[in-house]
């Protein structure tokens, strides 16, 4: 849970003015452990650093339409990237890319029509 910049400056307050850390954890509802990690690394958040995406957004976007069927290693064989990486920025652009019902029916009645 992220603590407030402000509450966590009122504890260390507290720990200056005499408070012991344990006594500040219970009245606070707070892990020593935070307490001691606040005093000794400051109560600055630090932000996560992201990666770059592999993937083109706008590529993907053009795959998508071009192929609708495609599998996801399909498109990655065709993007150059890995199908773990198709997959996480399909979810990014919100794309649920599924089979259409409609079209593995079309082939199943074809193959059937074609066996006769």
């Given at each position: 849970m992220a603590y407030s910049q402000d509450l966590r400056k009122q504890i260390l307050k507290s720990v200056a003015s005499g408070?012991?850390?344990?006594?500040a954890s219970a009245f606070y509802g707070i892990s020593t452990h935070t307490i001691n990690q606040w005093k000794r690394n400051g109560i600055e958040r630090k932000k996560r650093q992201f990666k770059p995406?592999?993937?083109?957004?706008?590529?993907?976007?053009?795959?998508?339409?071009?192929?609708?069927?495609?599998?996801?290693y399909e498109r990655a064989k065709r993007l150059g990237v890995t199908a773990s990486a198709i997959c996480y920025a399909l979810k990014q652009l919100k794309i649920s890319v599924k089979k259409r019902r409609a079209n593995t029916q079309n082939k199943n009645q074809n193959s059937e029509i074609s066996t006769i």
């Open positions: 408070m012991t850390i344990r006594q995406l592999k993937v083109n957004h706008e590529a993907l976007l053009k795959d998508v339409e071009n192929y609708p069927d495609a599998f996801q």
